[in-house]
């Protein structure tokens, strides 16, 4: 009986020091994001829907680039680049030209910083 006193006074313990731990770590933790900015392109000579993807499929090599979109109804493009001084429009206009298609227009919308959260979400 006191064995089974000794493992359940144990098991609370580490059930406390487990809450306990898992709580210090739900804190967020915000930091600022870093100035997002949106690339908008213009692109000639896409006709169909694997041309968007060709595109898409080459401006998603570059360095630093997220969320690549491309339209090949409207000859649009665009990414979004948390890291623009790392891509250039020579860098982009080379992309562009790989997957055989010819840059028209380059326009950099600059997205409000974003507060970012590395909190552990609960299901308690």
């Given at each position: 009986m006191k064995a089974i006193k000794v493992i359940s006074g144990m098991l609370v313990v580490s059930a406390f020091l487990m809450v306990g731990s898992f709580q210090s770590n739900a804190v967020a933790k915000t930091k600022p994001m870093a100035k997002t900015e949106k690339i908008d392109l213009t692109v000639s000579g896409m006709y169909c829907p694997m041309c968007s993807k060709a595109l898409k499929s080459s401006l998603s090599s570059l360095s630093g680039v997220e969320n690549v979109s491309a339209n090949y109804k409207t000859g649009d493009a665009s990414f979004d680049c948390p890291a623009c001084s790392k891509v250039s429009k020579a860098q982009i206009n080379k992309a562009?030209?790989?997957?055989?298609?010819?840059l028209k227009d380059v326009k950099y919308v600059e997205k409000p910083a974003q507060q970012t959260s590395n909190a552990k979400k609960s299901s308690w």
């Open positions: 562009v030209r790989k997957a055989g298609f010819t």
